[in-house]
């Protein structure tokens, strides 16, 4: 993944002040055990070529990314892709350019408009060619966008998985980066990390003097900013500028899950055996090790990697004489655990989704006739609430191989129902919308009593 910056003009060796990187020398930096590189391949007076691109080192990729699983989920390959990933691995290395604060003798170039090419990729986006392109022409931009080695005029395609773009226009090398840093991640639609208010000041720095005046402001907001149940904005006038507040407490989806469930489990008056299947890195796990009256949970997963976290999230708790410490078991869906058998409450939090929806009723008929827990508790994405989301058909993760809407998960756990002896009772969670319902819907199968 890579940017080059080209320019040809007079006094480009100026940008190499705005940059703060010597063109003599290759800057290299190690950041979170990935390397970035930025060198000239270009320099004279007249004309500037300098690219920046990262080397990603896959077991970094492994020990670090949270939705990188080892057995039933896809290679994650996002990270090699032009993304927020690499907005912010290159953002210290451009800092001084993006911040506008080189050496006093050179500041009067930070608003120096000079002729640029700017290119990038590859970058893989949902967004068609005339989305990308309404991003960036009314930016001054004239925007090419090719497929591989394949010319974007010749090419039959208007979408594809990976592009690659350049742009072409006047501008200060600031106001260029800027833009670039906030459009990418709105083309990369993969930005899963979590948004706080830092996120808005960032958009507001970077969107000054620019944002407020596109044609597709809402759409970059809402592509910048996720989850947008969770995260209101209002605009208001302070020194003639607009500004973005936040409205709404900030609250993670994934936490408010892991409540659920947890008020859920302490309802129960048969709690003790508990298994947490797909438990990943423990996080809901170690929830259920405070709950009153548990005293054994089963932590399943069939990723090692994510195990070996989950081991040690455990032997961090502080409070240990009253936590529960759950055994990791390395395991799966898939196969039959005879240790499984018989427990009160079993947990698919966010699991079914990651399966082909061919596989799932083989994987109930083990947990119901097999395993026979008392209480199943199943928690998927609402895949209408997706249209809150501006996703269009999309799913919310790369790696789910389907998502229902509220009546596909209802008549889907009611066909499971009628063949086992369970009751029903369907909830949601998260922030309700009066029209697509919950953004998570949940469902209990409570085993009916002989």
Known sequence: MQLTIKAIDENVQAISYLLAKNPNNIYERNHKGHLVRLFYSTFTDTELEVTIFVTPDPLELIKNNANMYDITHYINDREFAVSSIFCSLIRSALGTALNGQPKEEFLKWVDHSFSFEFSFGPVVTNLSDDQIKDLFEPLGYEINITYGETDYSFHLKSKSSAKYIALKGKNTLQNALRQIFILIP???????????????????????????KHPQ??????????????????????KNKKEFKQEETKVRLNDLRYEKIINMVQGQKNKEKIVDFGSGEGKLSLRLGFVDGVKEILAVEPSETATIRAVERFNKVENQERFITPTPIWGSLFYYDERLKNKDIMILCEVIEHIDEYRLPKIMETIFR???????????????????????????????RFE????????????????????????????????YGFPTQICMFIRKED
């Open 186 to 212: 709105v083309l990369d639609n993969y930005k899963h990390y979590f948004i706080d208010e830092k996120e808005v000041e960032k958009l507001e720095r970077y969107g000054e003097g620019w944002l407020e």
């Open 370 to 400: 097999e395993y026979e827990p008392k209480l199943l508790i199943i928690t998927t994405p609402n895949k209408e609430y997706n249209e809150l989301y501006n996703m269009d058909e999309h799913f919310r993760h790369e790696d789910h």
């Open 217 to 238: 402001k809402d759409f970059i907001m809402r592509q910048s900013l996720r989850f947008k149940e969770l995260y209101k904005f209002i605009e208001h006038d302070k």
């Open 404 to 435: 229902w809407t509220r009546e596909q998960f209802q008549e889907w756990c009611l066909e499971r129902a009628s063949e086992y002896p369970y009751e029903l009772i369907f909830d949601g969670i998260g922030e309700k919308d009066k029209i």
